[in-house]
């Protein structure tokens, strides 16, 4: 019974990203993000009860790509349609009208390509090679919350979006080496990045609520990037 346990966990991510893309398609923002946090929240336990039971297994870990394309592929760019298709003028051609908003789902397309590299790709066992998906998908969830006054009123809200989405999705399958939030110690030797990077997370969600919890995907990518710099001019050093 307890080899089902972690698969069972997964389901219910699956679950949470299926309800997830319906709010995003009634452009309830606020159920959307809440629903892809619940995905996000089972997403971690499935793992951690596979590795605790000692029964995770081929079936598990491909039952954990599909959930997490649905929560965390399909969900934000059904957030991203919404946002797109509300926000786009009707001066604009019936052509440009009609097919906007449907670009949003190459971001679904790239997150599902990152999860299968993320599969195959053996140097992503203690590190990311790209954007997580669920850093995607809570950047948009939240941004569409937080910025939501913003994103009703700006002559720009629909084609700021698609760029976002255009840049997001390159970064889900780039080759830019992005740390991960495992600690194998508490102490500061070795995890003084993490450390500070969950400091600044804090300020910005302390200050901005929401829109902050936006703001620390792009400050987990500049993080990353800088990282990287440090760490090969070090090497070449």
Not at 52 to 59: A, H, K, N, T, W
Not at 78 to 83: E, I, N, P, R, T
Not at 87 to 102: D, F, G, I, R, S
Not at 118 to 131: E, K, S, Y
Request: glycine share 8%.
């Amino acid at each position: 019974m307890k080899r089902h346990i972690p698969n069972l966990i997964t389901l219910c991510n699956l679950v949470c990203g299926c309800v997830a893309v319906l709010r995003g398609f009634e452009a309830d923002y606020e159920g959307a993000l809440l629903w892809i946090c619940g995905g996000a929240l089972f997403d971690f336990f499935d793992g951690f009860a596979a590795r605790l039971l000692g029964v995770s297994s081929d079936i598990g870990k491909e039952l954990d790509s599909l959930a997490d394309d649905i929560t965390f592929g399909l969900a934000p760019a059904a957030v991203c349609f919404s946002l797109i298709a509300d926000a786009v003028k009707p001066e604009l051609p019936h052509a440009v009208l009609t097919v906007l908003p449907y670009l949003a789902f190459v971001m679904a397309a790239m997150s599902g390509l990152r999860l299968a590299k993320f599969n195959l790709d053996t140097r992503q066992a203690n590190t990311f090679i790209g954007l997580p998906t669920p850093a995607n998908a809570l950047f948009w969830s939240a941004l569409a919350v937080g910025a939501q006054e913003w994103l009703a009123t700006s002559p720009w809200a629909a084609w700021t979006v698609l760029a976002g989405v255009l840049v997001m999705s390159a970064l889900l399958v780039s080759e830019i080496p992005m740390f991960a939030l495992k600690f194998k110690h508490f102490g500061l030797k070795g995890n003084g990045l993490r450390y500070g990077f969950l400091v600044l997370s804090a300020a910005l969600l302390a200050g901005l609520g929401l829109t902050g919890l936006a703001l620390i995907v792009p400050l987990y990518v500049a993080v990353s990037v800088v990282a990287v710099f440090f760490t090969h001019k070090t090497t070449v050093a």
